[in-house]
């Protein structure tokens, strides 16, 4: 196994890195490496040393802080547990983090890889991990069989160590980078609405250490029009993420009140076109490979600089030296970052709040609709909520493909094919995710012939997509045809005779009828 070693101050520190993570997983199944990740620690608890695990997109870490005795007792322990999973802990686990993952808040980044890649590879980020809602041990353990291998890892240190861990490891093969295949769909430079509280912008663009600088010009630019210029934004910020051995994302994110986002979304479109056409000015560039010099001598870059080397490991590519990548920043000039974002803006998707409205005509809007509609038997609403949801909503259940359609233009088409997870609900209703994120929600109470096509679903699904997802809301939000229907106008109740009331009121006439035939009388004769 690859050893990387780092003079880092303090107390030692160890890393164990395998190449596998969230976008290695299947939609259905997303969480595994969560599971081993958390089973391999389970039984440690309490220790004289620090320890934990994280899982990231492409990479799973093990970290531990200690004496020398400390770090090869965690990494002995650790490799045990990952050749012979505590499996009795796998439900109490899968709920424990189920129970954080209900903490976690979503992110401007999940958002815009699962706009761009859909249900699978890099967009699995933004969704849920459905294997902690079914966990399963024998898909556990062979997850772990195949991706914890001594071939797949890499291991750091803070320092040398005279006696290194013993990391007995079942042999395996290297992984490749997780593949990257975009939604069929989308067509970029795009938007799209999603629920941020604020303004994403992603790129994508092979590796460098040019693109990474292009980013953190493109926040200076944002930050000072939107924060010190318009006061429109507090927080302006830029990150990158490698996506493998070949291409990188960047992000670019700026916050604002819901009133003022559409200002932000024009602003950060000057930035670009700025940029686009001038470049940064002489003076930022110096500035920005001074301020690369000066964090060589930041406490925490010896281990940021193993981190990074751990990650070209993983990804078979080979990491520049501090000088070689000082001095690849030094040559490009502002023209050569200007061309650099021209070269990438087609790559770009945009995330919005749904209340902004994107005018510029260079962003194209995500689909949010099929084009395709299956063709096989139509059912048709069981009881509509009005004669026009009657005549337009229709479903299609096909024998390669099924569509939801609710009006002109209004179509989801999942072929089963594509579908990679599907949600099993307690009621007998089905939501449906496709590859490229389509979204089709089936209630068979909905539709005449409801069970006759709930029946004919389940036999063309894929196998091993179905997900528990326990009781639906209530009210349920997706409901086509309500269950109670109000009763005829003409249907009224017979009403009941109050015969006590009805001889009193008579009596009452029959008094007020004889006073006044009497006054009438006695006035007759003047």
Not at 390 to 414: C, E, F, H, N, W
């Amino acid at each position: 196994m690859p050893i990387y070693t780092a003079e880092a101050p303090g107390v030692r520190q160890a890393v164990l890195a395998f190449r596998v993570g969230r976008a290695d997983e299947a939609l259905a199944w997303a969480g595994l490496t969560h599971l081993v990740e958390h089973l391999a620690l389970s039984s440690f608890k309490e220790q004289p040393y620090a320890y934990g695990g994280q899982v990231e997109g492409a990479r799973t870490l093990f970290y531990v802080q200690g004496t020398d005795a400390h770090i090869r007792e965690f990494f002995q322990r650790l490799c045990e547990n990952l050749r012979a999973l505590p499996l009795d802990r796998l439900a109490a686990e899968a709920r424990l983090l189920e129970t954080e993952a209900q903490s976690r808040a979503g992110s401007a980044l999940g958002s815009l890889l699962a706009t761009r890649y859909g249900c699978q590879g890099w967009g699995l980020i933004g969704y849920p991990e459905f294997a902690l809602r079914h966990p399963q041990a024998d898909r556990v353990r062979a997850w772990a069989d195949d991706w914890f291998t001594a071939d797949n890892a890499a291991l750091g240190l803070s320092e040398p160590m005279d006696l290194p861990p013993v990391l007995d490891l079942r042999p395996g093969r290297r992984m490749a980078s997780p593949a990257l295949t975009p939604v069929s769909l989308l067509r970029t430079p795009a938007w799209t609405n999603e629920r941020e509280p604020g303004l994403g912008m992603g790129f994508v663009a092979p590796h460098s250490v040019r693109f990474s600088a292009l980013l953190r010009v493109l926040e200076r630019h944002g930050r000072s029009r939107l924060r010190f210029g318009e006061g429109l934004s507090y927080d302006v910020s830029s990150a990158t993420l490698r996506l493998g051995h070949e291409f990188a994302h960047g992000t670019v994110w700026a916050d604002g009140l819901p009133e003022n986002l559409s200002k932000v979304l024009n602003g950060m479109l000057a930035v670009l076109d700025e940029v686009m056409e001038k470049g940064p000015s002489e003076e930022e560039l110096h500035d920005d490979v001074e301020a690369v010099r000066k964090s060589v001598d930041n406490p925490g870059w010896p281990m940021a600089l193993l981190d990074s080397q751990l990650t070209h490991e993983l990804f078979g590519t080979t990491m520049p030296t501090v000088d070689e990548a000082i001095a690849e920043l030094e040559k490009p000039t502002p023209a050569d970052y200007a061309a650099l974002l021209r070269e990438i803006f087609p790559s770009l998707l945009t995330i919005v709040p749904p209340e902004v409205a994107v005018l510029d005509p260079r962003l194209t809007a995500v689909p949010a609709w099929s084009t395709e509609e299956a063709r096989g038997t139509v059912y048709r609403l069981r009881a509509a909520t009005s004669v026009v949801a009657q005549q337009m909503t229709t479903l299609t259940v096909g024998d390669t493909a099924i569509s939801l359609r609710q009006g002109p233009g209004k179509l989801v088409t999942i072929p089963y094919a594509e579908c990679v997870a599907a949600l099993a609900w307690d009621d007998g209703s089905r939501t449906l995710l496709s590859r490229d994120s389509f979204r089709l929600h089936v209630r068979p109470r909905d539709w005449k012939g409801g069970a006759e096509m709930a029946k004919a679903l389940e036999q063309r699904l894929p196998n091993d997509v179905l997900v528990p997802a326990g009781p639906r809301p209530n009210p349920d939000p997706e409901v086509l045809s309500p269950d109670s229907v109000p009763a005829p106008a003409s249907a009224k109740r017979p009403r009941r005779v109050d015969w006590t009331r009805a001889l009193v009121t008579l009596f009452t006439g029959l008094v007020m009828l004889g006073i006044y035939l009497t006054i009438k009388a006695v006035t007759a004769g003047r």
